[in-house]
């Protein structure tokens, strides 16, 4: 990320109290093929994890080819933890999307019918199904996230 794109990142997210033009929140998209476990999880984990950090920001979840609906799994296990499942029902990712976010994080998409982007692309390729390991997939998504909001604490993403 630039110098310019964090200060301008900063300023939006940074001006609470100061005259500033409102200005658009930078918007940050969570992607897995079926929009119905890795980007719900992470999503989840990156709204609360942002907003506990003070970043002020609108967090999206999507899949590239969508289930009929959440895993079961990633439900219980949220509302557990004491996470709200914001997605009732997978949807989509449109191409204007996928363009338009700040940051897009593919978690295992194939990303080949989309457009390409300008902007940040992150691959979480190598997580886990959490079919497979939810144990495994769950820690992955965690640490990745947490990483993710330490890096944008330090430098904010751009704001288009």
Request: include cysteine; hydrophobic fraction near 40%; charged fraction near 25%.
């Amino acid at each position: 990320m630039t110098m310019m794109a964090a200060a301008a990142f900063a300023a939006g997210v940074g001006a609470r109290g100061q005259d500033a033009a409102p200005a658009k929140v930078p918007t940050v998209l969570f992607m897995c093929p079926h929009g119905a476990a890795k980007s719900v999880l992470a999503s989840a984990y990156f709204e609360r994890l942002a907003k506990e950090r003070g970043l002020n920001v609108r967090v999206e979840s999507g899949g590239t080819d969508p289930d009929p609906a959440v895993s079961t799994a990633v439900a219980a296990h949220l509302k557990r933890q004491g996470y709200p499942v914001r997605a009732g029902v997978p949807r989509k990712v449109t191409p204007t999307e996928f363009e338009s976010a700040d940051i897009v994080i593919s978690i295992g998409c194939d990303l080949s019918g989309l457009p390409e982007r300008r902007g940040r692309l992150l691959r979480w390729d190598e997580v886990p199904a959490p079919s497979e390991d939810f144990t495994r997939a769950d820690e992955a998504i965690r640490k990745r996230v947490t990483e993710l909001i330490e890096e944008l604490v330090r430098s904010p993403p751009s704001k288009k």
